[in-house]
């Protein structure tokens, strides 16, 4: 996508190289040395853009790519699959600056667009739900029966490459037991502590500091994400009882079944996902004993954001809304559910559709 923005921007061919190195014609350029030779032949005097895909198929491949950004005419892009190099292996690897893009699965827009389906929004939304987030499930949408082997797929290659397998765990039972918990918890607070108590009382004895790990590299292999708790008032961030929200629902309607379709912890961790998507940093806000599902920050300040299904009854809106009116500082605060009604704005706090605002920019 990024070539062709690139060319349609004007960048002449020439100054584009663009290797993939698990393609077999590429097999020799696997080589760090033949592949320095070959890229520095095709530099133009012009900015080259520079695209690596899967550079983990290149044998010390840091000593090329620390050549390459040295020069002034280079722009460097890399790419590589996680069960082969993790995020937090990338930063001790290559020195001097760079920045990582992390890639999340469709979102509820992406998958809306890619579907047709922007004139029943509802129908879209479930069907997001039901099947999954992940590109390749479009096309295994007419045979659905296939979509729960290629998702056990996906759940396999991360458990078995990106954790067991690099991590040395030995206690698999109990990594795949800390997995489901979480798949099963989503929008929960949870500790350490409190996973391992479960467990055990379960017969899966294990101890917090376990648990540590084997979550930390469910986060590193991108199967959770991890939301940490802000004090409003004190603007603090604490260090307990996190939330954890998993990458694709699909995945966890593959491990938990049916009785996973809780709708207002669904909608929660897709408007978790989406807050990444635009760039915020998110966090569970806490005001006095109050909780607000997500404050979510950026260079600009704060957005508070409450979720739920539904609030058409009247209970139910006003405690939604008792923690947003406790904020007393000027930044946005929203209530997004899954009732298809107007807009509302109550004192300031305004009501939206979910499916409405995934929709929006």
């Known amino acids: 996508m990024f070539r062709d923005e690139l060319l349609s921007d004007g960048v002449d061919k020439e100054q584009i190289i663009f290797i993939n190195f698990e393609d077999y014609d ?3 350029l696997r080589n760090p040395d033949s592949l320095y030779k070959y890229i520095k032949s095709h530099l133009s005097k012009k900015m080259n853009y520079i695209f690596l895909d899967e550079i983990q198929r290149v044998e010390n491949f840091p000593d090329v790519v620390d050549s390459l950004y040295i020069k002034d005419n280079v722009d460097l892009y890399l790419t590589g699959s996680n ?3 993790l995020s937090s292996e990338i930063a001790t690897l290559i020195s001097g600056r760079y920045v990582e893009i992390k890639m999340l699965p469709f979102s509820f827009k992406e ?7 922007g004139k029943n929004l509802s129908a879209a939304y479930r069907q997001y739900v039901e099947t999954s987030s992940f590109p390749y499930v479009l ?5 659905p029966q296939e979509i729960n082997p290629y998702l056990e797929g996906i759940y396999n290659t991360i458990l078995v490459k990106d954790i067991i397998d690099r991590k040395k765990i030995a206690d698999t039972l109990v990594l795949k037991s800390v997995t489901q918990f979480l798949f099963d918890n989503i929008g929960s607070e949870l500790s350490s502590k409190k996973i391992a108590d479960t467990l055990t009382s379960g017969g899966r004895k294990s101890d917090s500091k376990t648990i540590e790990k084997y979550v930390s590299s469910l986060e590193e292999s991108f199967i959770v994400y991890r939301a940490g708790r802000y004090n409003i008032k004190g603007k603090e961030y604490l260090k307990s009882l996190e939330k954890y929200y998993v990458a694709d629902i699909g995945l966890r309607n593959f ?9 207002g912890h669904i909608l929660e961790n897709i408007i978790y996902l989406e807050l990444i998507r ?3 940093s998110v966090y569970v806000g806490k005001i006095d004993d109050m909780e607000i599902d997500f404050v979510a920050q950026n260079d600009k300040g704060n957005t508070y954001i409450q979720v739920s299904a539904s609030v058409r009854d009247e209970d139910t809106l006003q405690r939604e809304l008792r923690p947003l009116k ?7 605060k929203l209530l997004l559910t899954l009732d298809d009604d107007p807009d509302g704005d109550y004192e300031g706090i305004i009501r939206k559709n979910a499916l409405d605002w995934l929709m929006s920019n």
């Open 26 to 28: 590429n097999k020799a």
């Open 83 to 85: 069960s082969s190099l």
């Open 111 to 117: 998958f809306v667009t890619a579907t047709n389906q």
């Open 139 to 143: 096309e295994l949408l007419e045979t």
């Open 255 to 263: 491990m938990l079944g049916k009785k996973a379709m809780d709708v």
């Open 278 to 280: 635009r760039g915020y």
């Open 326 to 332: 406790a904020v007393k500082d000027n930044y946005p």
